[in-house]
């Protein structure tokens, strides 16, 4: 049984991350006037898939040791496109997805190349072209509107039989197809080598711009996954700098409460996407214990700080104090 | 082809870093099944000889040939691709990484172009067997291994490489006695089943048992090649320094120091790592540290230091009972203690920051008024350390990193002597640093002693302990189970009394989990 342990102290970030958000969940569910109904579950997953994709995106570049300011605008950009392209007959709304998905890649690579060939820090790089991101945004959808194939936004954010939400079906998807094969690549394992230790896996012969090419574009793809599903949830597109900011700040959250290490090479995605349920939630509790709504950024940033000291209280246990430090 | 034709060859390689020539003229030839003992001082081009051969830096002139065919290695990755694996003294592991993932790292195994993890395990059981190593889980992440399990997980991970040229620069000095001879049965082996060897060591004996031949480094040119067994000890070691090799030593005092202890320890016990430890050590004392790497040694000085929580038992200095909170409450005045800290790369130093910042870090207080800091008084006690210690730079305002290593031991003990310690703990202060350096430390140490400094000293060299100490405190699995004194202090007692209890393995830390 030796094994189980190393997977467990591998795991622990992801766990404690899968465990509060049970918790909270359990007590949202259990609270609310509807019980714990197909639509409550529906709404919170629409609401909770869309940051779990933009944390999905932040998790790569972070197990890299950067950081994504632009991811929240990568999610607006797509959107805006979305709500322009998406329309139409199977074909056109098809080459529509295609698009927006390809413009999510683009913009990922990018700001690999700017940060691997130019060598500028992620953070500066990445604050830069999210701007120019919501830039272009804004010009492609100047006022909010347009539209969307309801028929593909409909089947993809509702329930199938038996309760599920699709947009978990979607999200799960997701993870199967991009992160699960990623993880298990060595291109995955080239990522948390950067992360954990550049100067070493240089040394060990590990292709780094490659794999650090990969998180960015990767991480783009995510974020239009994220515009996309936004499109279909809300059947419109609004180039709006806030939601853009509140899901790249609210992403950086949700991989810290999910267990990944800001400092790189530790973590999984699976980790933020739990990550982002438990913040998803918090809104949500405060809601079904009818707090007054002035109320909800207060309780957000004292629970958000309560569940970020719950991922450091290891710390408590460190008897060397330069352990402290690592 | 040419019978004789060696598996490596270097021609007229040269190297400059910035107008600074690190290796110029340099010849090498390397043959399968022998192992090449590179000797030279630091700063005789070593290092920058296998960064070369490793892909790691380009030479700027002359030539590589492999099997008799010029080749040239752009990357590490290239030199990997021709079979050249290379041991850094600086480890090459990632730290939030499993052992398994570390050693197959460069190509590991897949399927449907994914890694497969069952193959990658075995493959790393594997290279751990080959590399004497078995007791080391494949699935344990590296950053909880201790130091010298870890090197022992670089050597697995070389071999797992199945490489044609092994190169090992300092790759023991990390390794506990056990671990050393476990290391060495395989390098013989491998010498035996046909690789060509590199072995870069400080450690004579070592190069003693092991070589075949011998390429001696002096200034960044070749001295000499010959066959081990050819030159003795003393005429090698003039040919390394290309001095008198005497007097390393300073004499010791000829009576034991009498009168108040200034560091009192009783019944200091940390976790299961320091069990039940007392000892004194008086003013004018270099109280050495002995035993295996790894007895807790590190962890005595650093709850010494106040680094440790959760530390029972009573520490006193000059005979009141004081427990430092903390290297800044164990610097301070009443106790006034200083610990070399044993990486200087990462706790000693902080490497982009001058050499002037760097060393006058711990005393600032002193040199601030009303927390300005003294440009004056700062300079004329840079300039005092600078003078004291011999320390080479070029200016005082470039980063200490681009300093030799011996230079940048100096500047790591300077900026302790700046708060004028009246307790010196030291923490292996010389491994890795040039003979030169390491007799100008001794010297220092003597007479900080005799200026009345109490020193503690532990050192993985059982040389320096015999050559230094007064006392010796041999530590075995956290406890002291010897104390051996002046004529006493002989090699032989030493490792006896280092293995007297429980030999065989001793060391099963690759299953201890931190934290």
Redesign the interface.
Known sequence: MGDFRYWLAENKGTLLAVAVFVIMFGIYAGNHSAGFSGMVVTTAANKGVLLALVAMAQTLVVLTAGIDLSVGMVFVLANCLASQLVVGDALETTFGVVVVLLAGVLCGALNGIIVIYGRLQPIVTTLATGAMFYGIALWLRPIPGGDVNSDLADALTEQLPGGIPTSLVVLLGIVLVVWVPLRRSEIGRAIYAIGSSEPAAYMSGVNIDRARLTAYVVSGLLSACGGLMLTFITYSGEASATIGGSYTLNSIAAVVIGGVSLFGGAGSAIGAIFGAFVLRTIGDLLFVFDFDPLWQPLFQGVILLGAVTLGSLRLLNVKNRLDLFG | MDANMPLFQMQGVAKSYGGVRALEEAHLRVETGRIHAVLGENGAGKSTLIKIMSG?VQADAGQMMLDGAKIVFP???AA?AAGIACI?Q?????????VA??IA??N?P?RF???D?KAQRRFAEEALARAGAEDI?P???V??LPLSRRQMVEIA?ALARHPRILILDEATSALTAGDVAKVFAVLKRLRDEGLALLYISHRMQEIDELADDCSVFRNGRHVASYQAGTKSRNDVVEMMIGREYSHVFPPKPEAAKTGAPALEVAGLN??HRLNNISFAARPGEIVGLGGLDGQGQR?LL?ALFG????VSGDIAVNGVVRHAR?PRSAKAVPSAMALIPEGRKT?GLMLPMSVRDNLTLPALDSLARFGIIDRDREQTAVDMMVKLLAIKAANLDIPVGALSGGNQQKVVIAKWLMIAPRIILLNDPTRGIDVGTKQEIYQLLRKLADDGATILFYSTDYDELIGCCDRVLVMYDGAIVRELKGADITEHALVSSAFSIGSGCMDQTGER???
């Open positions: 790691v990357s590490p990755k990997n850094f600086e480890l090459s592991l990632i730290p939030d990484l499993s993932d570390n790292i460069a590991p897949r172009g994914l890694i993890r889980h699935l344990a992440q950053k909880d991970k940390w976790t962890e650093l680094v440790l929580r959760g903390g706790e989990q931190v934290g």
